[in-house]
């Protein structure tokens, strides 16, 4: 119940408050979260050039559904050291993708092929494509710690993780 007051405590003023973000940001890393057993869901994600545009493909060998959960830890950097934040999410893939990654990620898609507004739920099998992609935070929460943060999603079945992607941002304010 915590969780869900915490949630919301984040989520709500970027929801109804739509204000500019205090920050901006650039992806710093992407790595390749393996499943336990299987990978069902892989992500073959680079960073290019000096603006670290993410270019790559998606390739869900099965559908996203209801079947599986979204876990995201963030974690921030602290005296050299990764510190879990005390934001934790645990999502069924619907709710994920309608709420969190519609507000959150959605809008720095501009050149993919990944499905947009009802088409993404269950998220379908296939491969997608992403290019020059670059973090819009516009929409995103001004809660969120600057500095160097780490996001660690899985993507679990029956408790075990079948992919996932572990991405390193940076976040500055935005007038540096």
């Known amino acids: ?29 992407m790595e390749t979260v393996h499943g336990d057993e299987e990978t069902l869901f892989e992500y073959n994600l680079k960073l290019v050039g000096r603006q670290r545009l993410v270019n790559g493909t998606i390739i869900h060998h099965v559908d996203l559904d209801e079947d599986y959960e979204i876990w995201i830890d963030i974690w921030i950097l602290k005296n050299g050291n990764w510190t879990p934040n005390n934001i934790s999410l645990r999502h069924k893939p619907c709710h994920f993708m309608k709420n969190i990654f519609a507000s959150y990620f959605e809008p720095s898609l501009l050149d993919s092929n990944v499905p947009k507004g009802d088409d993404k739920c269950p998220f379908r099998k296939g491969e997608y494509y992403v290019k020059n992609v670059e973090l819009n935070t516009e929409s995103w929460s001004i809660f969120i710690n600057r500095g160097l943060n780490k996001w660690c999603v899985s993507i679990k079945r029956n408790g075990k993780v079948v992919g996932g992607l572990t991405v390193v941002m940076d976040l500055v304010d935005r007038g540096t």
Do not use: D, I, N
């Open 1 to 29: 119940m915590f969780s869900f007051w915490l949630q919301a405590l984040v989520l709500l003023p970027t929801l109804y408050f739509k204000a500019q973000s205090p920050y901006k940001g650039k992806f710093e890393s």
